[in-house]
């Protein structure tokens, strides 16, 4: 995933408004065995991974990618329950439903993406630049990040 989210950064523009990203989809899914400081240590690793080979201006994604690390227990705690962690499972769009797992790709699109617009210079720009970046790059990365927790949730039928 993080080689699909390279490949994202260098060959898919799509505009100035848009930020696309599936890493904080890709921190949402790490196992639930892993813990917050392992999730939060390979959120760090992860996000210089991309700014070291696509982004090029370094710690900007690791900026806002470390903190969706540090809510990821609290908020799939809160959304879908405790006996998650305690059976170890991924959260799947057939077994949880599209609200549930629609709102916690939201909340943590949205965590990365204000942590991001802000650190990319939000203070040089109009505020109705940022926000009109803000919601298309949220709806795009939603869309996205649909289609990565589909593809990548285990197939209960096995």
């Keep these: 995933m993080v080689v699909a989210q ?3 950064c260098n060959y898919f523009h799509l505009s100035q408004y848009v930020v696309l990203s599936i890493l904080p989809v890709i921190v949402l899914c790490i196992p639930t065995k892993v813990g917050t400081f392992a999730a939060m240590c390979i ?11 696509a982004e ?5 994604n690791t900026l806002a990618l470390v903190p969706v690390a540090l809510i990821r ?5 809160l959304i879908f329950g405790e006996e998650l962690f305690e059976r170890k ?7 949880y439903g599209i609200g549930k797992v629609s709102f916690s790709l939201l909340t943590v ?6 942590i991001y617009i802000w650190a990319d210079g939000a ?19 939603y869309l996205l990040s649909l289609l990565v927790v589909d593809i990548t949730a285990p197939d209960d039928r096995k």
Excluded: M, Y
Aim: hydrophobic residues 60%.
């Design 6 to 8: 390279i490949l994202i």
């Design 123 to 141: 203070n040089l720009r109009p505020f109705s630049f940022n926000l009109l970046r803000f919601g298309l790059s949220l709806l795009a990365g």
């Design 43 to 53: 959120a760090f690793a992860t996000g210089l991974s991309v700014d070291w080979l």
């Design 109 to 114: 699109q949205a965590l990365f993406l204000l």
């Design 89 to 95: 499972e991924a959260f799947t769009i057939r077994k």
């Design 56 to 60: 090029g201006v370094i710690g900007l």
């Design 73 to 77: 227990r609290d908020l799939i705690t």
